[in-house]
């Protein structure tokens, strides 16, 4: 099926232990993003990708790096999770018209 | 700061009846308004838009008003269904650097009762 997938679904970490998430879709859509949902914060965009070869950060990329390996995929990496960054990740990609393709997220909770 | 609000956390509203979801902003340079709905467990998926340049669009069930001058716009579903309970999120976006990029609202938790 067509579409965004992330990988993992979920992840338990340690504080200051790392790891990447990873997303990768199908449609041939230029841009692509990464968003945390936090309770009562809505949807915050952390990174995105206009184009392969080009990144930018969001409101909230403090912690953060991104990758855009190719056009498929475009990863996010903790390098030192904390706390703070217990949420729900999801990674959308825009190929134009209406809106974001959004993957399934991934629920992160760093203990 | 917060740029696109959703003052109202939670609704309810009975089978049959209108829901009307409200989202206010507070940058006039937003050329593009979206609504998405999210189920538990899953990501947004795409509702229905409206440009700058429109002040309604529709789409079935679905009506999206835009009142450019209060920097408004409000989603009305009639006649909610028990498969419409979901959050709805706002979204507005300003086209920078080739790409949309899409500022969220906090979510509005819509049940309608059977």
């Known amino acids: 099926n067509a579409g965004v997938t992330q990988t993992p679904k979920f992840q338990v970490l340690k504080t200051g232990q790392s790891m990447t998430l990873q997303c990768a879709q199908d449609m041939n859509h230029n841009s692509m993003y990464w968003y945390r949902q936090d309770p009562g914060m809505g949807l915050r965009l952390i990174y995105y990708?206009?184009?392969?070869?080009?990144?930018d950060k969001g409101e909230v990329p403090n912690g953060y790096n991104v990758s855009r390996l190719n056009k498929r995929e475009f990863s996010l990496r903790l390098e030192s999770a904390a706390p703070s960054q217990t949420s729900v990740y999801f990674c959308?990609?825009?190929?134009?018209?209406?809106?974001?393709?959004f993957g399934s997220g991934t629920r992160l909770t760093v203990v | 700061d917060q740029q696109v609000k959703q003052n109202s956390p939670s609704l309810s509203v009975q089978e049959g009846r209108i829901s009307i979801l409200n989202c206010d902003y507070t940058n006039s340079m937003f050329d593009y308004f979206l609504w998405y709905k999210k189920y538990p467990a899953e990501g947004p998926t795409f509702l229905i838009s409206?440009?700058?340049?429109?002040d309604k669009n529709e789409d079935g069930r679905f009506t999206v008003f835009l009142n450019k001058s209060a920097k408004h716009l409000s989603l009305h579903i009639v006649p909610s269904q028990p498969g419409d309970s979901a959050v709805y999120f706002c979204a507005a976006s300003l086209s920078t650097s080739g790409t949309y990029k899409y500022i969220f609202g906090t979510g509005t938790r819509l049940k309608v009762l059977a």
């Open positions: 990708s206009a184009s392969e070869g080009t990144t």
């Open positions: 409206i440009s700058s340049i429109k």
């Open positions: 959308a990609s825009w190929g134009g018209g209406y809106g974001y393709t």
